[in-house]
């Protein structure tokens, strides 16, 4: 098992940045796909950003396409979310997410550990 811990939230105007980190502790880091997810306020959850467990591959929603890279360092535990060009519609709780799935990249839901979720407001 695998614990999930987020940081980096806050509020921040249109067109700003920030970075999120999701720091993992328990079991081998490198053996879980990561992603980020958001949940708005009446919206249900949506997938943001995966990576898998080397790095080498990436995938992102086509609303944060450009915009929005996922990273991890294997050697840190560590996933991050670096967020650019924010706008109002970003706002949202982000959580951090990981997946046992090897060597098939996950389903939505087989993403079975989260973390607590950290809150990112943008301002217009």
């Known amino acids: 098992q695998v614990q999930l811990v987020e940081s980096g939230g806050g509020l921040v105007q249109a067109g700003g940045s920030l970075r999120l980190s999701c720091a993992a502790s328990g079991r081998t880091f490198s053996n879980y796909y990561m992603a980020w997810f958001r949940q708005a306020l009446g919206k249900e959850r949506e997938n943001v950003a995966e990576i898998s467990w080397s790095g080498g591959s990436t995938n992102y929603a086509d609303s944060v396409k450009g915009r929005f890279t996922i990273s991890r360092d294997n050697a840190k535990n560590t996933v991050y979310l670096q967020m650019n060009s924010l706008k109002p519609e970003d706002t949202a709780v982000y959580y951090c997410?990981?997946?046992?799935?090897?060597?098939?990249?996950?389903?939505?839901?087989?993403?079975?550990?989260w973390g607590q979720g950290t809150q990112v407001t943008v301002s217009s």
């Open positions: 997410a990981a997946a046992m799935t090897f060597p098939s990249r996950p389903r939505k839901d087989e993403y079975r550990y």
